[in-house]
């Protein structure tokens, strides 16, 4: 799962800005030097995307987020480096449009093909390369099986996936043990986060994202999480273990670096690990490791 209320936002930008301070004072970092000049855009539908970058990079948000807040500093790296890049903010309902990420993720999930149907056909791409932080994660490998566009879809990289459900640090398992797991989705449908449901472990998505294989033939997938991940847990469960997919922990790149879930989507290494799987043929090592933020 993504965000939840009981994550104060003050952290995440507590640890964003710890990130980019550190990116700032270590240009060799996992930055891997400064961005190159932009020529990509960021939702801009004008936007052809060249031989460098032939495919379009679709950003979607993970629970209780937007496309503005969460992914927004990775597209806008993406974007600097070249890349046009989009991304909405799905699953909101029109008398709360400030928070999306909440309706159930088979309804979200149309809209999020609707939206890189449009991307194809305004920006004249064949495919897509589409990238995932949490419900995110989720929403692009249930698209990629679900939605009949495998064919329009070139990689998929999911950070931090529930792709097996998460049991929030026990917390799912202790509701499910007092209160039942109906009576535990009726309070969260009744609350407007249906979502919910379908990230705990036998949720109506990830039990429809496992029926079968998730990896579909022709994508190529990448998988990041953290060592540290406090929301999905335990983390291994981001990971699928078929063929075409590659799962990777940070730290198995930065041993060092405590970030934690909302802290992926702002960390300097795991933006150097996304880079490295939307373009593997210039795939760079990190050479020095930033410190993300640990919640």
């Not at 400030?98 to 064949?126: M, Q």
């Amino acid at each position: 799962m993504a965000r939840t209320p009981r994550v104060p936002r003050w952290l995440a930008r507590t640890g964003l800005a710890l990130t980019l301070v550190l990116g700032a004072a270590l240009p060799a970092t996992a930055t891997d030097g400064p961005a190159k000049a932009a020529t990509g855009g960021i939702n801009d539908f004008s936007c052809k995307p060249g031989s460098a970058h032939p495919e379009p990079v679709v950003l979607l948000h993970g629970t209780f987020a937007t496309w503005y807040e969460d992914i927004n500093f990775l597209q806008a790296d993406l974007a600097a480096r070249g890349y046009c890049t989009f991304a909405l903010t799905y699953g909101a309902y029109p008398e709360f449009p400030l928070v999306g990420g909440l309706k159930p993720v088979a309804e979200s999930n149309v809209e999020i093909k609707e939206y890189v149907e449009k991307v194809r056909e305004r920006t004249g791409a064949a495919k897509v390369d589409v990238v995932g932080h949490s419900e995110g994660g989720l929403q692009s490998l249930y698209l990629a099986k679900m939605q009949g566009i495998q064919s329009h879809i070139k990689r998929v990289v999911a950070i931090a996936p529930p792709t097996h459900g998460t049991d929030a640090a026990g917390l799912v398992k202790l509701g499910d043990k007092i209160l039942g797991r109906g009576t535990l989705d009726t309070i969260v449908a009744k609350l407007g986060f249906p979502v919910l449901s379908d990230e705990f472990p036998g949720g109506p998505a990830v039990k429809a994202l496992n029926d079968g294989p998730v990896a579909q033939p022709g994508i190529a997938y990448t998988i990041i999480t953290s060592r540290y991940d406090e929301i999905v847990t335990p983390p291994e469960t981001s990971f699928v273990r078929e063929p075409g997919v590659t799962n990777q922990y940070v730290q198995d790149f930065c041993p060092l670096d405590p970030v934690g879930h909302i802290g992926e989507a702002y960390d300097l290494n795991v933006w150097h690990l996304v880079r490295n799987a939307l373009d593997p043929e210039h795939a760079t090592p990190i050479k020095v490791c930033a410190v993300g933020s640990p919640g």
